[in-house]
């Protein structure tokens, strides 16, 4: 009897070391860190690689307007300064409608970085 309630002893003394120290509070929320900002030597190459990566292209060219303006019209309109690359940005992720004619540009799930560096892009074709 005496070696059963010590191996109950040891087993439990073992088992509970070994728990997490969350492991009986559920309320506690482990979040992961936050991942390091991406390095981007050349914003502006980013930007195009990320449009030609999209589906920007079926509606957009650089020079010639299709479904919707040129990517040259933009920048005309558009003079090339941080905060026309925040508004652009917006509209590329968030959608457009009724600056350029009737057909609205859907809103698009990059982040706003990704969608800065496409506007810088854009921006920068005038």
Not at 55 to 63: M, Q
Request: aromatic fraction near 8%.
């Amino acid at each position: 009897m005496r070696n059963v309630i010590l191996m109950v002893f040891f087993l439990t003394t073992i088992f509970s070391c070994s728990k997490n120290e969350n492991s009986g509070n559920k309320d506690v929320l482990v979040s992961e860190p936050e991942p390091a900002p991406k390095v981007v030597n050349d914003p502006i190459a980013e930007g195009q690689s990320l449009i030609e990566g999209s589906d920007c292209l079926g509606c957009h060219k650089l020079d010639e307007r299709m479904i919707g303006p040129s990517y040259k019209e933009v920048a005309e309109k558009y003079e090339n300064t941080p905060e026309n690359v925040e508004i652009l940005a917006d509209k590329i992720i968030k959608g457009s409608s009724g600056v350029w004619g009737d057909v609205p540009m859907p809103a698009h799930g990059f982040s706003k970085e990704n969608a800065k560096f496409m506007a810088q892009y854009i921006l920068s074709s005038k």
